[in-house]
């Protein structure tokens, strides 16, 4: 299994919230850009269960099917960004969250819908 995965999991333990539902989310997002559910990426039910593992997990990697689309340029992002930065009280946990989203887009190169909107929200 991919550490990053794993470094999701471990932020859901967190005793910050937003930092905790944020790793939830992105974990959730890894899952459906994998087509999978947590019942079938945990193995449940045989009649439900996978044979694909994600494309994460480093023994068998499959193609992804399904990615989420950039929601606007990276030129705007980075700036919109920047205004957040500057906006955001530091060691609130909406900066976290903006910081979480951040480190998405850094490693992913595109951010979802919701993650766009907390962003623009962050600008105001």
Not at 12 to 32: I, K, P, Q, Y
Not at 57 to 62: A, G, I, K, S, V
Not at 80 to 108: C, D, Q
Request: proline share 5%; aromatic share 10%.
């Amino acid at each position: 299994m991919n550490t990053k995965f794993v470094k999701l999991m471990m932020m859901t333990t967190s005793t910050h919230d937003n930092e905790a539902l944020n790793a939830l989310r992105m974990a959730n997002a890894m899952l459906a850009s994998a087509n999978l559910n947590w019942e079938e990426y945990l193995g449940g039910p045989k009649e439900h269960r996978s044979e694909r593992n994600p494309p994460w997990d480093e023994d068998t990697p499959q193609p992804r099917q399904r990615r989420y689309e950039r929601t606007n340029s990276d030129d705007n992002i980075d700036r919109m960004f920047e205004t957040a930065f500057a906006k955001v009280r530091p060691g609130s946990s909406f900066r976290t969250t903006i910081e979480n989203i951040h480190t998405w887009w850094e490693e992913k190169g595109f951010l979802t819908q919701k993650q766009f909107e907390t962003i623009q929200k962050a600008c105001r």
